[in-house]
């Protein structure tokens, strides 16, 4: 979930006791901060449909239906999460 700009000031009176501290450039600066976070996640959440996928495969040739619905499950939402759906 991206950050409201009131967010953020609310974020910067708890750390610094105001939001006037040079807002234009902390408020560029936390988009920076909340950009590479998402990268990360995103790059987290690929690794995980990997993982996930590969399971699924290896539970298939097993035979275990409620594993099978778990893993799809899992992979529906994080594939729903890579799209920038909620």
Known sequence: MALSDDRIAEMMRDTWGC???????ALEFARAIEAEVRKDDTALIRQMVEALDTAFHQTCSVGR???WEQIRNA???ARARLEGKP
């Open 65 to 67: 239906p409620k594993d």
């Open 75 to 77: 992979l529906h939402s």
């Open 19 to 25: 939001a006037s501290i040079a807002p234009r450039h």
